[in-house]
Each structure stands twice: as C-alpha cells, then as structure tokens.
C-alpha cells in the first residue's frame, strides 16, 4: 500500500473514533445511554439477594425464583416491560443502584432505619420477627425461652433486634448463638442442639413448609419486633416508583398478590393491602 494513502487512511480512522467517543460522550450527558446497565425504559433490572428464599433464590433446576421476583415479573407483564433479575452482593446494593446496574431494591427489603436512604415505594410486607421451636417441646411463650438456646444467622434482622431494642429477651436466654444460615440452625433444632430459632416469619414459613413433616414445628405467637418491606429505588427515580407503585396496587385489588404469596407458603395476614 502507498504510504501516503496508508497515512491519510489512518488519520480518518481515529478522526471516527475521536468523533465516535465524543458523541456517545454527549449522548451519556443528554440521558440517552444507559448501556453499563445493559437497561432501557422498556427493561426493569431488580437487585436482589439471590440466597433469601422465600423472597428471592435459585430454584432446583437453576431459575431465580421468589416471592419478591415474582411480584416484580407480573409488574413487568402488565407493563410490557422486559423483566431482569440481576443477583447482587448485598453489600454492594447501594453501589448498584447509584451506578444504574440495577432499577431498584427489591427482596425483603426493610425500609425501617433506612427511611432516608431511598426512595420508596408504599410497604407491602409486614414482617415479624419470630421464634420456631418444635411442637412437642414446652416452649409455648417467650418466657419459657428463659435459660434456653436460641439460634439466629449472623447479620439477620432478628439478630439486629435482639442485640437491640429487644437486648431485654435475649438477656434471659441461656445462649444466643449466631449459625451461618437458616437451614443449620433447623438441622440443630431438629437434633436438640438448640430450643428455638430466631427469624423471620416469611422465612420462617416458607422452610416448615420445606420440611417433610410440617406440623414438627410451631412458631410462637409473641413477636420479636416487627418491620416492613417496600421497593427500594434511587432518589429522583419518581417516575418508575410510581408506575410500580401503581401496578402493584392493582395486584393487590384483584388478588394476585395473595395469590402469589400462597404459592411460597406466606400468610396472607403479613400483607399490608394499599
């Protein structure tokens, strides 16, 4: 190739690019892109914990799955928007939603404490934090916990609450002591290793329903402390809020939230109607 032509060449290709960067710049700063996030006005992305069932996992054959996801897909069907549900280190949630990756929070998302750091939608879970203890054993109350040991996961809203507020139950306790997960602290009840387990109700529900044997367990029916759950989006996002909110209104009304709830073993007394 002549040398001159391979120059002049050369020369129009990175004029393309500088021109070809400068335009998706300006196009970034108008609005118009959003392509980090892989998302478009017709793409809801949901940030969620994908080991938090009954809210949201990872079913036996693969799929994400939930109570939480579930809610957010049918949002997406009467919408016809494209539904995406993105997994997330929980820890990373608030970055996540800041950079565009995802549209919003939403898998047990506790709004109590956190009433300034988002933008929320109306909460539609009332959620208890409880004791499970098996049915046969003598524990029918709270203050038969007296001198007993109680299991909770590390980092759970029942921990939270029993170092907290609620210090003054766990004080009359033998042991508190924190397991990895839900499914460990089950194992011990089961064995006799410990008396009960401090978690959440819709948890709580959703893995005696697991169990072979549903009547072995009993939840107790003094709470712990009580919190709710709403859909967690950016500040300023009022637009999409709203349109959700508005949906998942509807789903309420004709039932299919209740319907929803059904199919992972949640009580419909822990939904709060609109």
């Given amino acids: ?78 919408n016809n928007w494209t539904f995406k549900a993105q997994p997330i280190d929980w820890d990373s949630k608030d970055a996540e939603l800041d950079s565009g990756s995802i549209d919003c929070i939403w898998n047990g998302f506790t709004i109590d404490g956190r009433e300034n750091d988002y933008l929320w939608s109306n909460p539609y879970f009332d959620n208890k934090q409880i004791f499970v203890v098996k049915s046969d054993s003598n524990i029918k109350s ?75 367990f009993s939840i107790l029916n003094e709470s712990i402390t009580t919190e709710k759950y709403g859909i967690g989006f950016k500040k300023g996002n009022d637009v999409l809020k709203d349109q959700v909110q508005s949906t998942l209104d509807e789903m309420f009304k004709d039932g299919t939230v209740a319907k929803i709830a059904e199919k992972y073993g949640i009580s419909e007394d822990a939904l709060i109607q609109p």
């Fill in 142 to 216: 709270i203050s038969d916990l007296s001198g007993k040991t109680v299991e909770t996961q590390k980092d759970s809203s029942a921990l939270a609450a029993l170092q907290g507020d609620n210090k003054t139950i766990a004080d009359t306790f033998g042991t508190l002591t924190e397991v990895a997960d839900y499914n460990t602290a089950f194992m011990d009840l089961e064995s006799g290793a410990c008396d009960a387990v401090a978690m959440d109700i819709g948890v709580a529900e959703y893995d005696i329903q697991q169990k072979n044997d549903t009547s072995a």
């Fill in 1 to 78: 190739m002549n040398k001159k032509i391979g120059f002049i060449l050369a020369l129009v290709l990175l004029s393309l690019m500088v021109i070809g960067t400068a335009s998706a710049g300006l196009f970034d700063f108008l609005g118009g892109s959003d392509t980090a996030a892989g998302n478009d006005n017709e793409t809801l992305i949901v940030g969620f914990d994908a080991e938090f069932p009954p809210y949201g996992y990872k079913d036996d054959n693969g799929s994400y799955t939930g109570f939480d996801l579930d809610l957010a897909k049918e949002v997406c069907e009467r």
